[in-house]
């Protein structure tokens, strides 16, 4: 942990304030320019720093965004925590509440029913996309018969959620995959 | 096509206390992503969306920078209760899961080398990327009302499904190009309806 100067502080915030605007799909997106700035142009972190706050958030329950605080932990202390998380969340979280009410109030303009119904297969192959990539390059087939099981009993079923998980993670202690 | 925003079926939160208790609820229970979870509570158990809302609000969520879930938070808590519901959905969202975070990155030091929790993480990671495959199968559904038609939406879904998840483009391209040709092509479909 680092002790930053005020210019330091700013910059920090500034980055993060930057950072939320480029997020389109999520914190994640932008993790190759946290990395630059954090490890390489500061050296707030250092590269093993950098790849257990990711790691440690995925682990964790709740929003992944929430890697950002463990960075800004790791690099400067709870104000550090509260400058990249309140760095990342003020521009985008604006947008989001504007953009919302302004689309509330135009709902019936044929524009605002065609993004809906346009928006949504998209939306969706997206999120599939987004599963998809997370099973990884390479899975082993154990694995993959894992994800392949979850996907099937969240569509099929309405077992909870917490087991499903509480099933990955005995498995994977076992060593069953 | 003009919808009650309210169906009778529909319920919605009686307070911010509430919205912030069910969103530090849900964001709890996801480990490896949240939006499974939302899907569930916010659409199944406690009814506040449907099915079309929720892809509607996450359709938003995407396509705007931020948090997916975090926009939603935001986004459903401003529905019932303005700037105050807002801020205690995402509050709810954020403020346990950002305390037991920090926890966990001080237990994180000791443990991380150890196979068990290699493991456990190893297979909790399997089961999100489940869940998410099989909440977006879930969501699936609004095909059937969909104004674009089945063929249509399946190959607007398939296309962006291909172009992110197999070709690996990047998001700012393909989002708004597959956006704009699915948008236009349902400007001109609820045109025809009217």
Redesign the interface.
Known sequence: MTALSPVQWWDLLAHFLML????????V?VVPDMHRYLVGQTGLLNDAQFN??I?????????????V??MG??AAGWLG?LAT?LGI?L???T???A???W??ARA?W??M???????????????????????GDA?SWR??L??????????RT?LH??W??A?????????L? | ??APAVPTEQAQPASCTELFLTFTGL???????????AQ?VLV?RKRWLTH?QF?????????????????IS??VG??YFG?RG?FAA?AG??A???A???A??AL?QHY?EL??VA??????????????????????R??AT???GRV???A??????AL???V?LP??WV?PA??LV??????H???ARL
């Open positions: 939320s605007l480029l997020a389109v799909g999520g914190a997106t257990a706050a790691a440690i958030a995925q682990a964790s329950p709740g929003p992944n965004v929430l890697f605080a463990v932990w790791q925590a998380l969340m521009p985008s979280a947008l989001a509440l953009a919302s009410r689309g509330q019936e044929r524009a029913r065609a993004f809906r119904a346009g928006m949504a297969p998209v939306t969706i192959g997206l999120l599939a996309a987004t599963g998809w990539i997370l099973v899975p694995l993959a894992l994800t392949a099981a979850s996907a099937l009993l969240v569509w309405r959620l917490l499903l998980i099933a990955g993670a005995v498995l994977g202690t076992t060593g995959v | 096509m003009s964001a709890l229970q996801g480990f490896g992503g949240v939006l499974a979870v569930r199944e079309e892809v509607e609000v996450l359709a938003l969520a995407q396509v705007l920078p931020g948090p997916n879930v975090c926009n935001l986004m401003d529905r700037l807002a995402l969202m954020m346990v899961p950002l037991l975070v920090l966990a990155t994180y991380a196979p068990a493991g456990a993480l190893r297979g909790m990671g399997a089961v999100a990327a489940g869940l998410i495959i099989g909440t977006a199968l879930t969501l699936g609004s095909i969909s104004p674009l249509a939406w399946l607007a879904a398939a296309a962006t499904f992110i998840g197999l690996r998001l700012v989002l597959l956006g699915a948008c236009t092509w349902a400007w479909r609820v045109g």
